[in-house]
């Protein structure tokens, strides 16, 4: 049988499904997935106080902090993302949200913008296996572009560990799955980034998970341009052209998400080559709600 | 048989393929472990090394009894 | 399928990703061990009977039933925290009916079984507990069983430990038990060949299993056991076995899922060697057919055959030294086929196996000193497990 579970975390509804012998077999194991969710969000939320990320923060420009084994390998995996992405995706670019107000509709003060990217620069960040250190003050980490994929991939790790037959997790909108049965994959809906009850694409998922990146809701449009809420690292302002939306299937969610993430930060053109080149299924929205992909028409 | 113990070794030479974690889904389904039904896989062992001169099967020989 | 699959030859960028990724913890613990999802508990009931001797093969020209075997089984495993594993397992078993006592050659030349002529009734009981504890790179196992009837009583203690290699491609198994057994036959119409005896068993079994990709497995193991103090059978006239009995095992084994046949085949051969010259072959083979509605339909077949122990004879004669004429030490083969069905009703499954079981004289590689006594049976079982 096929459990539901649903809570609300990481900044969106979740939902796991666990096939399991019993509901309450499930319900059980749903529970231990659930709180490994939330110590995650607890871990590396920069909206609480206690998280490594407002420790990290708040010791910018002055003293190193230490870190423990899973933050390390977090911090070593944004950096292969920013290397291999030619520095798109950075970790350090979140302060640039002080200079966007996306619900006001307007543009940023461009001198602001300015004076905000000198905080911005992965390259300056230094770290190693015991301790991480922002070398200015006002330079910021937030973990916001890894850890909702990752806890996806925790939590299904940890359903896997129990033994449940299968399950999908579904964390406001990154998904991964598994199942011990190919035969009776799961499911899954693209939502069309326009009109959410239409799906763009299907796809099935037995081991393997999907993230997607998009600007559905965020923008700003001013005439007939759009402005994305995902920000270049390098300018400040959301590329030009950028895709509307990426959908990215991947082994685990935490490569999923980082690629989606890359490939909303590139030309719509560039990000088509970028992501036939990378050879695992994607899906494309660009500005004209044109869709390419190998899992486009499915 | 020997064709079969050959073929297991050359296998075993050659390398075996890498099999990522979440790859493994069908390697965890009951009809692929080494021993299913503990209950009945135990007694016909049993039946077995008491109507047999041969015993043994994966794991130390265990528990006797008078069985004849 | 398609263009949608995840490609084995990855891009420089998607190859750097995955290995970056895969060093964090949640990646790294998918693959250690785990106790069982949820505890089970299970019942299990068989009924075994054997074939009877045909009369033109006793002495008394009668035909005689041989045993009736009853069997009720239980287990139960219960996880205990993220880390332990606790099971208990009971076994019952109630065999009536006679077995051969020696062989005469008859008035006209053939072998002739004299079978024990009244019937026997024995009961025994058996009770183990079995604690597993897991770790990150495998687990490990402690056990003790006893067993207990009228003329025979066993207790045995026994450790294994799984190790998983750092790819978790593959495992590797050792395990060990010793068992303390004492024997105390019941005089019956029939004398016995001895009122009490002792006899000690310690054995090592060392296994390597491999991933050989995603679809299929295979195991070597290699077995070592020895067994000391009265060996002889008891009620078997004249029988006298050397006081100790060494044994070696080898075995390999095999599985493989195929996808469009939703089926899984199962093989199993094992070689055994011992000290008393028995050499055998033993090769099993199944088919696990998986059925829609949670059935699962599995035929399966076993070979078997073996040489004869270097003190054998078919009939009674008195060398003075070792000597059996037990047709379970003679030069035969058997094959056994049956059929098994599962099914699952949520947390319930239900299982039922059909065997049967028949002995050859002589056969296949070995010279054959026949013996009239081999034996044939059918073997029926049901049972069912709950998880909760």
């Known amino acids: 049988m096929v459990m539901k579970y649903a809570f609300k975390a990481m900044g969106g509804p979740c939902v796991f499904r666990i096939k399991a012998r019993s509901e309450h077999i499930a319900y059980d194991h749903a529970q231990a997935a659930h709180e490994e969710v939330l110590r995650l969000e607890r871990r590396y939320s920069r909206y609480r106080e206690d998280s490594i990320t407002s420790t ?96 996806v991939d925790a939590a299904l790790a940890l359903l896997k560990k129990r033994k449940v037959e299968g399950a999908l997790v579904d964390l406001a909108g990154d998904i991964g799955a598994f199942s011990n049965d190919p035969g009776t994959p799961w499911d ?14 299907t796809v099935q998922l037995a081991n393997s998970a999907l993230a997607s990146s998009g600007d559905y809701e965020r923008c700003i449009v001013i005439g007939d341009r759009r402005y994305s809420h995902i920000l270049n690292p390098k300018t400040g302002w959301p590329t030009n052209n950028a895709p509307l939306a990426v959908s990215i299937l991947a ?3 935490l490569v999923a998400g980082s690629s989606a993430t890359i490939a909303m930060l590139m030309h719509s053109s560039a990000a088509r080559a970028w992501l036939s080149e990378l050879g695992i299924p994607w899906l494309l929205v660009d500005s004209d709600l044109n869709t390419y992909g190998t899992l486009a028409g499915i | 048989m020997k064709n079969s113990l050959f073929v297991l070794s050359i296998i075993a030479l050659t390398g075996c393929q890498t099999v990522e974690p979440w790859e493994r889904g069908i390697l965890a389904k009951e009809e692929m472990q080494w021993q299913a039904s503990t209950m009945e896989a135990r007694f016909r062992q049993q039946m077995f090394n008491s109507k047999e001169a041969s015993s043994g099967t994966s794991g130390a020989a265990g528990g006797g009894c008078g069985c004849n | 399928m398609g263009s949608n699959t995840l490609d084995k030859a990855k891009s420089p960028a998607l190859a750097a990703l995955l290995s970056s990724a895969v060093l964090l913890p949640a990646y790294q613990s998918a ?35 041989r045993y009736d075997i009853d069997v009720a089984q239980f287990n139960l495993i219960v996880p205990v925290g993220d880390s332990w594993s606790v099971g208990l397992t009971g076994q019952w078993e109630s065999m009536s009916g006679a077995s051969p006592w020696f062989s005469v050659y008859g008035a006209d030349g053939q072998q002739k079984v004299i079978m024990s002529g009244a019937s026997i009734e024995d009961h025994r009981a058996e009770y183990g507990v079995e604690a597993r504890y897991f770790h990150e790179e495998g687990n ?26 750092a ?21 019956g119409v029939a004398p016995t060949n001895t009122l009490k005896a002792d006899k000690d068993i310690h054995s090592i079994w060392m296994g390597v299993s491999q991933i050989i990709n995603d679809r299929s497995i295979f195991n070597l193991g290699l077995g070592y056991t020895q067994r000391q103090g009265y060996l002889t059978d008891p009620y078997k006239y004249r029988d006298n076995r050397p006081d100790n009995r060494e044994e070696l095992v080898l075995s390999g084994g095999y599985r493989h899922f195929f996808d469009d046949q939703n089926g899984a085949l199962q093989a199993d051969y094992r070689y055994f060697i011992d000290s008393w010259d028995v050499e055998s072959h033993t090769l099993e083979l199944a088919w696990v057919q998986n059925l829609n509605n949670d059935i699962q339909v599995t035929p399966f077949i076993r070979g078997y055959n073996q040489s004869q122990a270097n003190f054998y004879s078919d009939v009674v004669v008195d060398t003075g030294g070792y000597y059996s004429d037990d047709h379970r030490l003679s030069s035969y083969s058997t094959v056994s ?4 069905l599962k099914k699952n009703f949520g947390p319930w499954r239900v299982s039922a196996t059909a065997e049967r079981y028949e002995s050859a004289e002589g056969g296949w590689r070995y010279s054959q000193v026949p013996n009239k006594a081999l034996v044939d049976f059918w073997g029926y079982s049901l049972g069912f497990t709950y998880n909760f």
């Open chain 3, 167 to 187: 790819d978790g491609l593959r495992t590797y198994s050792l395990a060990l038990s010793t068992s303390v057994d004492k024997i105390t036959p019941t005089r």
């Open chain 1, 251 to 253: 082994p685990n969610c």
């Open chain 3, 140 to 165: 490990i196992g402690f056990n003790y069983v006893n067993s207990k009837e009228d003329d025979y009583h066993s207790d045995s203690i026994g450790a294994d430990a799984s190790l998983n290699s």
């Open chain 3, 31 to 65: 693959q250690a061990d785990a106790p069982p999802e949820s505890s089970e508990i299970g019942f299990r009931y068989g009924k075994y009977q054997e074939d009877a001797v045909a009369g033109g093969d006793t002495l008394s020209g009668e035909k005689s039933g």
């Open chain 1, 188 to 201: 899954i809906g693209i939502k069309h980034p326009r009109s959410p009850e239409k799906a763009v694409a």
């Open chain 3, 337 to 340: 086929y049956g059929l098994r």
């Open chain 1, 56 to 151: 990290i923060n708040a010791s910018a420009g002055k003293n190193s902090v230490s870190i423990d084994e899973e933050t390390y390998r977090l911090l070593n995996y944004a950096d292969t993302a920013f290397k291999v992405s030619g520095g798109l995706f950075d970790l350090t670019s979140g302060v640039l949200r002080r200079c966007w107000d996306f619900r006001s509709q307007t543009l940023p003060n461009q001198d602001e913008v300015e004076r905000t990217l000198t905080r911005v620069g992965w390259a300056g960040v230094r770290f190693s296996k015991g301790e991480v250190f922002l070398p200015d003050i006002g330079m910021e980490i937030d973990f916001g572009g890894v850890v909702k994929e990752y806890a």
